[in-house]
């Protein structure tokens, strides 16, 4: 006795796929999300030699000092917060040295001036 198969049927909808206009929504916010995060890196990241230093808020309050004079630039002033400080070097590549000597974040000098000084009173 012999025994044959026969091949399976494939059922196919009628109804042609629909996305849905939340998917497309999601796609376009997605896109725009990235391009912000783009042009927003792009203004941040220190061009001039002026840059603003940001250590982890743990360490030691003298580690954003350190830090600078390690990566061969000179502390211009403080900013309210023990782990911040404003820094100049006209070195290339600061940013990156910075970076090598423990420093958490390294943005634009020209963001300083959303920063304090001196602590509020």
Excluded: E, H
Excluded at 39 to 57: D, E, F, Q, W
Excluded at 88 to 108: C, H, P
């Amino acid at each position: 006795m012999q025994f044959t198969s026969k091949p399976a049927r494939t059922v196919q909808s009628s109804k042609p796929s629909v996305s849905s206009p939340g998917r497309g929504l999601a796609a376009i916010g997605l896109n725009l999300g990235i391009i912000l995060v783009v042009l927003a890196a792009a203004a941040i990241v220190p061009t001039s030699g002026r840059a603003l230093v940001i250590v982890p808020p743990w360490s030691d309050p003298a580690r954003v000092t350190q830090v600078i004079r390690d990566a061969g630039g000179s502390y211009v002033n403080g900013t309210g917060a023990a782990y911040a400080a404003i820094a100049q070097s006209d070195t290339s590549g600061f940013a990156l040295k910075l970076f090598r000597s423990g420093a958490l974040l390294v943005l634009d000098g020209r963001l300083a001036s959303f920063c304090r000084s001196t602590p509020a009173q």
